[in-house]
């Protein structure tokens, strides 16, 4: 059974630092795109970053190019968010997702049914 299962969430004051690992598990890693999706309370889910199978390239949303850092091991089986200077509107629940490498259109703009795969999310509040 496929699993992606994210930690290192947590309660941080407006301008600290947390990274976040996604550990996959079930499936072959390496064949799919990954994305951190987030979610706050009231609002719709938005993509922050996605990387492609490779690792050799990755984009972000605006809101959070130039803090955040997408990375992923495939050895591992694990992807990454690093997050810096975080800001209250970060706050959300950060969720990992996987979507195969084959589908075309590689992008911040695809639908979210296209990520086949999705973790259970970590909780990430700033606070100001």
């Known amino acids: 059974q496929v699993q992606l299962v994210e930690s290192g969430g947590g309660l941080v004051q407006a301008g600290a630092s947390l990274r976040l690992s996604c550990a996959a598990s079930g499936l072959t890693f390496s064949s799919y795109a990954m994305g951190w999706f987030r979610q706050a309370p009231g609002k719709e889910r938005e993509i922050v970053a996605v990387?492609?199978?490779?690792?050799?390239?990755?984009l972000y949303a605006d809101s959070v190019k130039g803090r955040f850092i997408i990375s992923r091991d495939n050895p591992k089986n694990t992807v990454y968010l690093q997050m810096n200077s975080l800001k209250p509107e970060d706050t959300a629940v950060y969720y990992c997702?996987?979507?195969?490498?084959?589908?075309?259109?590689?992008?911040?703009?695809?639908?979210?049914?296209?990520?086949?795969?999705w973790g259970q999310g970590t909780q990430v509040t700033v606070s100001s």
């Open positions: 990387i492609r199978w490779t690792g050799a390239s990755a």
């Open positions: 997702a996987a979507r195969p490498a084959g589908l075309p259109d590689y992008g911040l703009g695809r639908p979210l049914n296209e990520y086949k795969y």
